[in-house]
């Protein structure tokens, strides 16, 4: 055996140098989406809230949300988020969410993953059946369940915050695709829901679809943007934004209510059904009369991983008539990460390729 290969056996930790940036993640999945939990080496945020926090990290470290989810360590559609104190003492902890445009206000595959992670770290004391736990998102307080049987997470339910539909059958011109009709929504996050059944388009809800689902959600999610000023939250002017545009569509398998292809972001698209798009779906869907309190609708993502969604209750909230969704799923735990940031790469703040 020649001594350099003996050395690749022998020598298989590798020390940075003091100067380097060490940044401590596990990396997740839930339902093919995946998320970047940064646990250990982030500089300390500052603030009395999670929008303080959230703030705070765009002002003075979004270099580091860049370098940990761009290329090379991450990719056009990686996601991440950074735990933070509680907004108060009634809550487990807060989370920021990240993603390739900056800092959404929600992220139901983000809650399931975390809480799934809560009980795989030991963060909560854990019980056979339900676990909650209260997780201060941007949007609001989000109550989750880690439901574990013989000690391991079977799947995590969560209950968003209120929900609302702010106008349906609504149009708008695109080029090249016409008058398109679509639901305006918040479900954490405010949506454009397109339904593929009420327009006519040449493209289809499949991975074979993949460009034109970027292409065509982004055209619309700006049009919406330019057209819609009704994009508002009723509290929190930092929830107002167009977060995406959900296509709707049948479900290619049986025993599957519907399909959801969410392309949020700048042209992420969530391979998971999306948690807030389906928290929203549930406002549309009680608004039209479709689904009732004690019903269940299954909607699956572009990888065909599907969530459960279903109304818990119905509330006034501000001048909407709002509802309380649950919204169902599993993660899993992929691979745990030590990034370094060498200050003299010239790529240490990373670039996006499509």
Sequence with gaps: ??????????????????????????????????????????????????????????????????????EPRGHADMYGCILTPPNDDK????????????????????IIAISTLAVEMNWIDIQEGDNMLKIDAPCGRITSF?????????????????SFVVGLDRNVEI????????????????????????????FDLTPSSYQALISKGMDIK????????????????????????????DSLHENVDSRNICVFAEGEVDRSPTGSGVSGRMAIHKARKEIDFGETMSIESITDAVFKGSVISEEDYGPFTAVIPQVEGTAYITGMQTFVIDPNDPMKNGFILR
């Excluded at 603030?47 to 003075?60: A, I, P, T």
Aim: glycine share 10%; hydrophobic share 35%; aromatic share 14%.
């Design 1 to 70: 055996m020649s001594k350099t290969y003996q050395n690749i056996l022998n020598k298989t930790s590798f020390t940075p140098k003091k100067n380097w940036v060490q940044i401590k993640t596990i990396d997740m999945h839930t339902g093919g989406e995946p998320l970047r939990v940064i646990l250990e080496g982030f500089p300390v945020l500052k603030g009395n809230s999670v929008l303080d926090y959230r703030r705070y990290y765009k002002e003075n470290y979004d270099y580091l949300r860049t370098s940990l989810l761009f």
């Design 91 to 110: 809550g487990d902890f807060g989370i920021v969410f990240l993603h390739n445009e900056g800092y959404s206000t929600m992220c139901g595959h983000a």
């Design 146 to 162: 880690a439901n574990v049987k013989n000690g391991k997470v079977t799947g995590v339910r969560f209950h968003c915050v209120p």
């Design 175 to 202: 080029e090249g695709l016409g008058t398109v009709t679509y639901d305006l929504a918040y479900g954490g996050a405010f949506y454009a829901y397109v339904n593929m059944n009420k327009n006519s388009f040449d």
């Design 222 to 249: 700006h049009a919406v943007m330019q057209q819609d000023k009704e994009i508002l939250h009723p509290f929190e002017n930092d929830l107002s934004y167009l977060y995406g545009t959900i296509f709707i569509g």
